[in-house]
């Protein structure tokens, strides 16, 4: 193992990293959570600007999430630059992980 691998390996055992991490796992599920909530609630994509979007990772976690297809994103409001939409795929996981409790 080389310096890089060994630096690699120091940085990701600190608690800063190890809580990125742990968002990195989370956010998705807390994101897609959201946009399913906001869906059922009333039947029709919902507008980026409902979303609590900040920074890279928010970003990042909504092309993973429709790269997944878990979500759709489209062009079709006025108000907002894009609108989500839940695939049933999506609504599944969500469904699934609200019995588990997982968010």
């Known amino acids: 193992m080389g310096v890089f691998e ?3 390996d120091l940085i990701k055992q600190t608690e800063t990293m ?3 991490l742990q ?3 989370r956010e998705p599920a807390k994101l897609l959570s959201a946009i399913c909530r906001e ?10 600007h409902h979303l609590n979007l900040a920074g890279y990772l928010s970003e990042a976690v909504l092309r993973a999430l429709v790269s997944a297809n878990l979500i759709t994103k489209e062009r079709e409001d006025r108000f907002s630059l ?16 609200l019995e588990e409790k997982r968010i």
């Open 6 to 8: 060994d630096f690699v």
């Open 39 to 48: 869906y059922e609630v009333t039947g029709k994509a919902v507008p980026d």
């Open 82 to 97: 894009y609108v989500y939409k839940p695939t049933e795929e999506g609504l599944k996981y969500y469904k699934s992980m």
């Open 18 to 20: 190890q809580a990125l």
């Open 23 to 25: 968002g990195l796992e």
